[in-house]
């Protein structure tokens, strides 16, 4: 069983100690740490949703409008930034699909870990859990 000391958006002892130890600590650290438990894995949802609004709103990085004095060329460079967009839009979208599924695989693997804790404890396999690792 692979055990790795990782800190990521939900209820792992690491996750909780580092709550506590926050809460302790000052407690709007404790705050953020709770947050990031909980809607730690919209963060790259919120970040893109607020990178659109400021695109739209006309805010953020942006083109500079450029005038090339080329009607033609002006239109084909419109033309290939839109495409550009577009594939941008779609490798974001692909990004948050392989997100989802990475975060459906993690709650398979640890729900098929405690289920088998159950049937183990339920078979009265009380054992040495040393021996189980």
């Known amino acids: 069983m692979n055990h790795s000391l ?4 939900d209820w792992t002892p690491v996750t909780i100690g580092l709550m506590v130890l926050g809460f302790l600590v000052a407690w709007p650290l404790g705050l953020l ?9 919209r963060i790259p949802e919120f970040r893109r949703k607020s990178e659109e609004f400021r695109h739209r709103a006309g ?3 942006q083109a500079p409008v ?9 239109e084909y460079r419109e033309r290939e930034l839109k495409r550009l967009d577009e594939e941008r839009r779609r490798l974001d979208e692909e990004r948050h699909e392989f997100e989802t599924y990475v975060r459906n695989l993690r709650r398979a693997k640890d729900q098929e870990e405690f289920d088998r804790f159950r049937s183990e404890r339920r078979s009265g396999g009380h054992g040495d859990e040393a021996t189980a690792l």
């Open 6 to 9: 990782t800190i990521r958006p």
């Open 33 to 41: 740490m709770l947050a990031y438990i909980l809607w730690g894995d």
């Open 59 to 61: 805010f953020g990085p």
């Open 66 to 74: 450029y005038n090339s004095g080329n009607v033609a060329f002006d």
